[in-house]
């Protein structure tokens, strides 16, 4: 494990097993520098073990990033399931006792495959749980509706440093992946005037609201193609390699999606095309920001998603630092959430 080249000096990788319920699950805390790490679950069929384990190392760094970037007092954590069978009650109480043995130095909530519901299974057995549903005077409840809403406001300042465009009006966007978060900037955008494309894996899903919009309709395998000024990539990540970037035709990247390049060398490649493209971990911090602000008691909406908000600046101070200093987005941003990480 410690020659994985996504191993990123990790403060724990822990291997759960739960023969009963057939839980199989790992949790990778990256940093606890800022406080506990932050980051949920996500319950994916992956090709292989080491995929899974891949994808814990490179998401949790990304929330350690996220999380110091948003200014919270969180940690990085992640969590994946493998889904090998179905998913049990049973087997998110055991995974939450997995959760809880780690003592509060990680925390959950909702990822990829996640619900709401899993959250309250979970919260049965820990209280290191995040993304339940509001009770009285509480915030809660998915934060897909608060990622979907910074990542809007972040495509503004990246379109408007990449395009020279303030308004959304007339501007062609192509969204893939149209899920909780995707299908939302598909209408955040659809009310600001842009013209959409979208595309998922879940094709039906897709044309519904395409119709419903009044956007068009593209194959989720060819989307990254797609003739537009603005691509947001919002399934799952590694979508910018070297097999889709020489396709772009966009000149703006920016959308809702962890682990967004494969490799940082893609990053470079977007760049010598001259296609701007927003860090992920920047432009969707707001799921976090509002499951974080919720687990730690805060009770007004307003103040939280005015840090929602606040993305949208931080991406621009992002890319206007990219362009004085001549160096790609990624490598600012890095270089950024490293110093508040303390490396």
């Known amino acids: 494990m410690f020659d994985l080249p996504d191993f990123d000096a990790h403060e724990g990788v822990h291997l759960f097993h739960d023969r009963d319920t057939g839980l199989k699950a790992i949790i990778a805390l990256h940093s606890t520098h800022r406080g506990p790490g932050g980051g949920g679950t996500r319950f994916w069929r992956y090709p292989t073990s080491t995929a899974a384990l891949t994808d814990a190392l490179r998401l949790s760094r990304g929330m350690s ?3 110091a970037m948003a200014g919270l007092p969180a940690g990085g954590g992640k969590a994946v399931i493998l889904a090998d069978g179905p998913k049990t009650p049973a087997m998110m ?5 997995a959760v809880d043995s780690l003592g509060g130095r990680y925390v959950t909530a909702e990822d990829v495959g996640m619900t709401q519901e899993d959250m309250v299974t979970i919260g049965k057995v820990t209280r290191f749980v995040s993304g339940l549903p509001a009770g009285e005077g509480e915030l809660g409840g998915s934060p897909a509706p608060a990622t979907a809403a910074g990542v809007f ?10 395009l020279g465009r303030s ?15 995707g299908g939302r900037l598909a209408e955040l955008l659809a009310q600001a005037g842009a013209k959409l494309t979208l595309a998922d894996v879940a094709r039906e899903r897709a044309a519904e609201l395409a119709a419903r919009l009044g956007a068009e309709l593209a194959d989720a395998e060819s989307i990254h ?3 537009v000024d ?27 999606a962890n682990n967004q390049l494969a490799t940082p060398a893609d990053g470079a490649a977007l760049a010598e095309r001259g296609i701007l493209w927003a860090p992920d971990y920047v432009i969707n911090a707001g799921g976090i920001i509002w499951v974080t602000r919720a687990y730690l008691g805060e009770t007004d909406e ?5 840090e929602v908000h606040a993305i949208g600046p931080r991406v ?10 001549g160096r790609t987005p990624g490598e600012v941003a890095d270089a950024m959430a490293q110093r508040l990480i303390g490396r």
């Open 93 to 97: 109480e055991a995974f939450g006792r």
């Open 167 to 181: 308004a959304f009006d007339g501007v062609r966007v192509a969204i893939q992946g149209i899920g909780s978060v």
């Open 153 to 162: 406001e972040g495509l503004k300042a990246a379109a408007e440093r990449g």
């Open 230 to 256: 603005v691509l947001a990539p919002c399934a799952l990540g590694a979508t910018l390699n070297p097999q889709t970037i020489p396709a772009i035709r966009a000149r703006v990247i920016a959308g809702a």
């Open 65 to 67: 990033y996220k999380n």
């Open 316 to 325: 621009g101070d992002v890319l206007n630092r990219s362009a004085a200093e």
């Open 225 to 227: 193609s797609a003739d």
């Open 302 to 306: 307003a103040k939280v998603m005015a």
